[in-house]
């Protein structure tokens, strides 16, 4: 299997944080379920810092803790994208879960109900070891 220097990978992920900064305004990160394949449900969008977060120890790290007051519909989180505010798709299917669930995307409840608020109390992205 092929791997990154730290150098590779940390090029990468501040390319990933210019590209959702690139427009003005903040990008969002938007929850479906299914974990794969067609996109699922769309259960929420939740409106992102601006700036959108930074690199710390090797990882895309978001501003945390953000949350929408809303979720759009009821359902299972699985998976979550970011977009930039245009809407263009910078990072897709990204692992949700609750603490201790091994996601990058940790929510406090995945099961999301319409009309009931969406928080996520952390986000780490990191290429693999």
Same mark, same amino acid.
């Not at 305004?25 to 794969?36: C, L, R, V, W």
């Not at 996109?39 to 939740?46: D, E, I, K, M, S």
């Not at 099961?111 to 109390?121: E, L, S």
């Given at each position: 299997?092929?791997?990154? #220097?730290?150098?590779?990978? $940390? =090029?990468?992920?501040? +390319?990933?944080? *210019?590209?959702?900064?690139?427009?003005? @305004?903040?990008?969002?990160?938007?929850?479906?379920?299914?974990?794969?394949?067609?996109?699922?449900?769309?259960?929420?969008?939740?409106?992102?810092?601006?700036?959108?977060?930074?690199?710390?120890?090797?990882?895309?790290?978001?501003?945390?803790?953000? #949350?929408?007051?809303?979720? $759009? =519909?009821?359902?299972? +989180?699985?998976? *979550?994208?970011?977009?930039?505010?245009? @809407?263009?798709?910078?990072?897709?299917?990204?692992?949700?879960?609750?603490?201790?669930?091994?996601?990058?995307?940790?929510?406090?409840?995945?099961?999301?109900?319409?009309?009931?608020?969406?928080?996520?109390?952390?986000?780490?992205?990191?290429?693999?070891?």
């Amino acid at each position: 299997m092929s791997t990154l #220097s730290n150098a590779a990978k $940390d =090029a990468a992920l501040n +390319a990933w944080l *210019a590209l959702i900064d690139a427009d003005a @305004g903040p990008g969002y990160i938007k929850f479906y379920t299914n974990s794969g394949g067609a996109p699922g449900t769309l259960l929420g969008a939740v409106v992102a810092n601006d700036p959108f977060g930074s690199l710390v120890s090797h990882e895309l790290v978001a501003t945390v803790p953000i #949350s929408d007051p809303s979720a $759009d =519909a009821t359902g299972t +989180a699985a998976w *979550a994208r970011v977009t930039d505010n245009s @809407g263009d798709i910078i990072i897709d299917y990204i692992v949700v879960s609750t603490s201790g669930g091994g996601g990058e995307i940790i929510v406090s409840d995945v099961n999301f109900t319409a009309g009931q608020p969406i928080n996520i109390t952390a986000f780490k992205i990191r290429f693999p070891t």
